[in-house]
């Protein structure tokens, strides 16, 4: 058990982190993982019948067979565009209804700067991280909060494609703000989810695939990280979860005496 | 299978716009727009060798219609009996179409967000009537039929006396619909009413020559990106914990 | 002429053919009965009143509502076609800005302000105030101001009620002197619709008509089939109308100076022995006098005084006369222009006489009657005074059948001579516009002590009226039938509703029945309802109602050529002589001129413009400003302008100028027309725009309204038709 909380991550004997691997502590709230994975599905829905709607060739993504296929598995092209509708107003809704019950604490100052605010340590993380890959360092990487600087390029990319795409997708429905609007909500509307898109790669390869970050993928399903991993990828969150159970067992110890003191005092 | 055409006789046509009120009132076109439309060249020459001429145009059911192939969800295309049809329940009202029209022959409803333009009042034939259009044209101006039909009025007018297509060198994708009349105001018509050029919107422009580029770009140094890395964890193995 | 070969081929191969072909859809029906798509319609066969040629119109109803309308392909003379304006009876049927309910007046006249009232309240009172200015001026008190033939019913309403005063504009604003002239040369009036035979004709000649412009649904089509079949076209006009764009020979004529050309052209076909000497030996007199009459009217002679050149004189009339009798030499329309208006209707009658084309296939045809039942009224009150319009008395042609006199009875309401106006119904006139001097009559309306305004819009006279009552729409209402005999074949043609009327308004005849009721005149209607009415009138034809009211015109054979006629179908020439009358016998009677002279106008000063003025075929004048679709095709009346006259005072197309009159009178901004397709001393403007009534939120003060500048008129003293060409323009370019 570590009493005193180091400044920066040092190394461990085999039994720290043994015991550390051991015990789990939580990294992410329920609401955000149900909210991850509806994500996900949607994006794959929204993917799949989005790529298969658009078939003028200045600007088609998928071949001729897949447009085919798309469009007979929903029995026309009409289909395909109401179901691609229907599911992104669903999305909406969901994510209004996050923003409606949670924008205070979703848009705290310290919340977003955890999730996409880039200190110099991330910065140094992303030079050194693309070296390391390179084979052109050896230098380990700096410490790193809740999320990995990576996670946040990802999460602000992502923080400002959303609104992008509900947005464009909305006019094009509705057909608000006129011809001129719909036709460069189209174009900002493929663009937000290309880009996304490209992100998606590393971020589906980083949960899914690399070995490393396998422990991250599982706190997407069960909210809770171990503490080594937390100790080696995000020590200045794991300082933070430290520095508050210390904290608490402090508040606990000065209760029980007072409790104590209490007791024996009569 | 037929081939609609239409020919419009300029000798006969008065100008009194019946048609496009009729068209209106048939179709629900909002006022400020026009599925079809009376032009007039004006009063040219001078006084007294003068000469006028009205003109009527509509979508033309092209031959090779250039308002097809930019439709991002594929909401227009051709009958085989010609003519180019729009499916509502597709279109996103995004505005190529009528930017790719040399003929402006399209428009945007405000008021359904739709594309929408003359389509031989397709629903009509199929209910054996004329379009809207020819039906009430006092004049008998427009005449309407199957363009392969050696006994039809159009054949006739069209191959053999010469109802003309107007079109320019550098657009002729075809029109099917044709004038007939004095080569005086023909001419005059041609030179007033000539197709412009087929456009691209803006919005579609940025996308071939900038976000398209981008998009891919991004996507396809990911992607590498990826690989690179994929192999990267290969070489080294993996790194769960460190001794 | 390859063109004109061919088309007639194709034409040949159109007409023959309604199913142009196998694949192709077939003209013959309008509609399949029943449905359209997949919504169940109701075929409503009724007439149109976007205009006065009521043509046949069905309308598409479902639940109700009115889908569309278009042609009645069983209408004998319009055949299933329809114009823009008739196409536009929807967008009037909605028109927001329609009156919805009886209101009177509480504010000044001319503010605008009303207030609601029942159709009780407001019939007692219109029906009050009527009984009150009988009690004290005499049932000729009262005028009425009526417009179209389902004002018939108003019309019986304010005979029965005493009064004989009653005038319509298109009397002495329009056709008056036309009517005249023709009965007095042929024994009938020329009528509406104008027995013209233009799909017939080889030689198509139009005196300041402008056909295509003036668009009346079968004119347009008997037009342009005429010229396909390869009619030769002559249009006298100083403007480069559409008829003029298809014209053989375009004759600007300097204005005022037709019947000099008229003249002309006689004295060419009788020197020259071109006339129809078998048909004149047969059916005319006065052929000597009117020989010698001409010779002084040498094509030369003309030449000078309408700056056509006397060789195109000539070759013009060789073509006449090379196409003789199958000239249609059209009567006009509106041809109020100098004071001097019957005297040229002789002129192109005697014409008409002298190319035998009066009762000829290709000129004008003769009208066949149909019986119609008489329902039996009680004798109209006579009344001790005469007419205040002078109807009869200054004005000794212009019968007592004919509509009256409207600026006779404003004079009247003016001057109180020979006895007070005090009171005005006006049914369905635009006073304003119709009428000129308007000046006079906003005056004359200030010694009215009650005035009643019948109409559908809102239109500027309505804020005069003490009373206002909103009259539904043709397609909500049953009007009497059209009884037309100036057709090929003779038909008559119902106006049925296809809808209920919207808001509070009410039929014509519904309004004319209950101020009956309240003013003890039921005995005058004693129909229970239209279409009672209908069955009395039709009783004679022997016709099924059911199929009349289903196919909305039933035609009868016809006897339009003198060929086709026997001694039993009464004189071809109902005149005094029963002969085609080259010398007018009435009017020698009455020591007028009883041929034709040419008189000439006064020019228009140096520095100013004639002020002329036609139609649009996209408007009924100010009928239709009000009409979204319409106006969204037409919003204003650009002033026509030549261009080089434009250049010379460094005008451009498109800017705004303002006409200013002879009297000082200004018009509103208007936008210019530059254009080298009208003489240069002559402007040009559509008429009926310029509304004033701001209750009319689409037509208020779109364009301008040319009637405002006719502050002079030249009275016509044989018919007291009021010439209006006489108004002459500066144009000041409007700055800013």
């Known amino acids: 058990m570590?009493?005193?909380?180091?400044?920066?991550?040092?190394?461990l004997t085999v039994e720290q982190a043994e015991t550390m691997a051991n015990r789990m502590i939580k990294k992410h709230h329920v609401a955000i993982v149900l909210l991850h994975w509806f994500n996900a599905l949607t994006w794959l829905l929204e993917l799949v019948t989005g790529v298969g709607l658009i078939v003028a060739p200045a600007l088609k993504i998928a071949p001729e067979w897949y447009l085919a296929v798309v469009g007979g598995v929903f029995d026309g092209r009409a289909n395909v565009l109401r179901f691609h509708i229907a599911v992104g107003m669903v999305w909406i809704v969901v994510f209004a209804v996050y923003g409606i019950f949670g924008w205070r604490h979703y848009l705290k100052a310290e919340v977003l700067r955890n999730e996409i605010g880039l200190d110099k340590d991330d910065i140094d993380w992303l030079r050194l991280r693309i070296l390391l890959i390179l084979g052109r360092t050896k230098k380990s990487l700096p410490p790193q909060g809740s999320y990995n600087a990576g996670q946040k390029m990802y999460a602000l990319l992502v923080y400002a494609a959303i609104p992008v795409i509900m947005l464009t997708g909305l006019i094009m429905t509705f057909h608000w703000f006129g011809t001129f609007v719909v036709g460069w909500a189209m174009v900002l509307h493929f663009t937000a989810v290309g880009m996304v898109v490209s992100g998606l790669m590393v971020h589906v390869y980083m949960g899914a695939v690399f070995p490393e970050e396998k422990p991250a993928f599982y706190s997407m399903i069960t909210g809770m990280v171990n503490e080594l991993y937390a100790y080696r990828h995000h020590?200045?969150?794991?300082?933070?979860?430290?520095?508050?159970?210390?904290?608490?067992?402090?508040?606990?110890?000065?209760?029980?005496?007072?409790?104590?003191?209490?007791q024996c005092g009569n | 299978m037929a081939r609609y055409a239409m020919v419009i006789d300029q000798e006969r046509c008065v100008g009194c716009h019946s048609c496009a009120v009729a068209c209106r009132s048939e179709w629900d076109v909002p006022v400020g727009f026009a599925r079809t439309r009376v032009q007039q060249t004006g009063v040219q020459g001078t006084m007294p060798e003068c000469s006028a001429v009205f003109h009527v145009a509509q979508c033309n059911q092209c031959?090779?219609?250039?308002?097809?192939?930019?439709?991002?969800?594929?909401?227009?295309?051709?009958?085989?009996n010609g003519i180019v049809r729009i499916n509502k329940e597709l279109c996103i009202g995004c505005g190529s179409c009528v930017a790719a029209c040399p003929y402006g022959a399209r428009y945007i409803n405000a008021d359904k967000g739709k594309a929408d333009k003359c389509d031989f009042c397709s629903d009509r034939l199929t209910q054996g009537l004329e379009p809207a259009c020819v039906a009430t044209c006092p004049g008998k101006a427009k005449i309407f039929g199957d363009l392969e039909d050696p006994k039809s009025n159009v054949f006739n007018l069209v191959y053999r006396e010469g109802a003309r297509r107007i079109e320019t060198a550098q657009t002729a994708i075809g029109p099917n619909v044709f004038y007939a009349g004095k080569?005086?105001?023909?001419?005059?018509?041609?030179?007033?009413?000539?197709?412009?050029?087929?456009?691209?919107?803006?919005?579609?422009?940025?996308?071939?020559?900038?976000?398209?580029?981008?998009?891919?770009?991004?996507?396809g140094a990911t992607f590498l990106g990826q690989a690179v890395a994929f192999f990267h964890q290969l070489r080294t193995g993996e790194h769960q914990f460190e001794e | 002429m390859k063109n004109s070969i061919s088309r007639r081929t194709f034409l040949k191969a159109a007409t023959g053919a309604a199913a142009i072909s196998a694949a192709a859809p077939v003209a013959a029906e309008v509609h399949p009965p029943g449905w359209r798509g997949s919504t169940r319609v109701q075929q409503i066969a009724t007439n149109c009143e976007m205009c006065i040629w009521r043509c046949g119109v069905m309308a598409e109803v479902a639940d109700g509502k009115l889908l569309k309308l278009q042609g009645n392909a069983h209408h004998p003379l319009t055949k299933g076609k329809l114009c823009a304006r008739g196409n536009a009876g929807v967008a009037l049927l909605n028109d927001p800005d329609r009156l919805k309910y009886p209101q009177i007046r509480t504010g000044e006249r001319g503010e605008g302000k009303f207030k609601r009232v029942s159709w009780d309240e407001a019939l007692d009172f219109f029906a009050n105030k009527l009984q009150d200015i009988k009690k004290k001026y005499g049932p000729e008190g009262v005028a009425l101001f009526p417009h179209g033939v389902h004002s018939g019913f108003f019309s019986t309403l304010m005979k029965a009620y005493g009064t004989p005063n009653s005038a319509e504009p298109a009397y002495a604003q329009c056709k008056g002197p036309r009517d005249v002239a023709y009965l007095l040369t042929f024994g009938r009036p020329v009528n509406s619709p104008e027995p013209v035979d233009l799909e017939e004709s080889k030689c198509i000649v139009l005196i300041g008509s402008h056909i295509g412009e003036n668009v009346f649904t079968s004119q347009v089509a008997a037009f342009s089939d005429g010229l396909a079949k390869g009619a030769k076209l002559i249009v006298v006009d100083p403007r480069f109308s559409t008829a003029a764009s298809k014209a053989h020979y375009w004759l600007p004529i300097k204005p005022g100076t037709d019947t000099a050309l008229l003249l002309a052209w006689m004295n060419v076909i009788i020197t020259e022995k071109l006339y129809d000497k078998e048909y004149l030996d047969q059916y005319a007199i006065g052929f000597k006098e009117l020989e010698a009459h001409v010779q002084q009217y040498t094509p030369e002679w003309a030449e000078s005084i309408t700056e056509i050149p006397a060789a195109k004189i000539r070759e013009t009339a060789h073509l006449m006369a090379d196409c003789r009798p199958a000239v249609a030499l059209h009567p006009g329309r509106h041809v109020t222009w100098y004071g001097n208006d019957t005297q040229r209707g002789r002129a192109m009658a005697i014409l008409?006489?002298?190319?035998?084309?009066?009762?000829?296939?290709?000129?004008?045809?003769?009208?066949?009657?149909?019986p119609q039942g008489k329902i039996p009224l009680p004798p109209m009150p006579e009344s001790e005074r005469s007419r205040a319009d002078r109807v009869g008395s200054v004005y000794p042609l212009a019968s007592e059948e004919a509509q009256g006199l409207t600026q006779g009875l404003i004079e009247t309401t003016l001057t109180g001579n020979p006895y007070p106006i005090k009171a005005w119904v006006v049914y369905g006139q635009n006073i304003f516009e119709s009428i000129p001097l308007p000046q006079k009559t906003h005056q004359a309306i200030k010694n009215l002590e009650f005035m009643a305004v019948v109409d559908v819009l809102p239109m500027e006279q309505t804020r005069y009226a003490d009373i206002v009552l909103p009259e539904a729409t043709y397609l909500e209402r049953y009007d009497p039938p059209a009884v037309v005999t100036t057709a090929k074949r003779p038909f008559i043609s119902v106006r049925q509703p296809a809808v209920a009327p919207m808001y509070e308004s009410k039929p014509g005849w519904w309004i004319a029945k209950q101020m009956a009721k309240r003013l003890k005149l039921e005995d005058y209607f004693p129909w229970t309802d239209p279409q009672d009415h209908l069955r009395r009138l039709i009783a004679p034809m022997k016709l099924s109602e059911t199929e009349l009211m289903s196919l909305g015109a039933v035609a009868f054979d016809g006897k339009p050529y003198i060929e086709d006629r026997t001694e039993n179908d009464g004189p071809l020439f109902p005149t005094q002589s029963g002969k085609i009358e080259l010398l007018s016998s009435v009017l020698k009677d009455l020591n007028l001129d009883a041929l034709p002279k040419y008189e000439a106008v006064e020019p228009p000063p140096a520095g100013m413009f004639r002020f002329i003025y036609g139609r649009a075929p996209v408007h009924s004048f100010s009928r239709s400003e009000n009409n979204a679709w319409l106006d969204d095709i037409m919003p204003e009346n650009p002033v026509w302008l030549n261009s080089e006259v434009a250049a010379q005072l460094g005008m451009h197309d498109g800017q705004k100028v303002v006409l200013e009159n002879q009297d000082g009178v200004k018009s509103s901004v208007i936008t210019l027309k530059t254009t080298p397709g009208i003489r240069k001393d002559v402007v040009f403007g559509v008429h009926g725009f310029g509304a004033q009534s701001s209750s009319l939120k689409k037509a208020f003060q779109h364009g301008f309204s040319d009637n405002a500048l006719m502050s002079r008129i030249a009275v016509d003293p044989l018919t007291g038709g009021t010439g209006m060409r006489v108004n002459f323009v500066r144009i000041h370019a409007e700055k800013g």
């Open chain 3, 352 to 370: 008409t006489a002298l190319l035998g084309a009066y009762g000829r296939k290709g000129g004008i045809f003769l009208p066949t009657k149909i």
């Open chain 1, 2 to 11: 570590i009493e005193t909380i180091p400044d920066k991550p040092l190394p």
């Open chain 2, 183 to 219: 080569e005086e105001h023909l001419k005059m018509a041609s030179i007033a009413f000539p197709p412009g050029r087929s456009r691209t919107i803006a919005a579609v422009s940025v996308w071939g020559a900038v976000a398209k580029k981008l998009v891919m770009l991004a996507v």
């Open chain 1, 235 to 262: 020590f200045k969150w794991w300082r933070e979860v430290k520095q508050n159970e210390l904290a608490w067992k402090e508040q606990l110890r000065a209760h029980e005496s007072e409790l104590v003191a209490k």
């Open chain 2, 63 to 80: 031959e090779r219609p250039s308002c097809i192939p930019v439709c991002p969800t594929g909401a227009t295309w051709q009958e085989p």
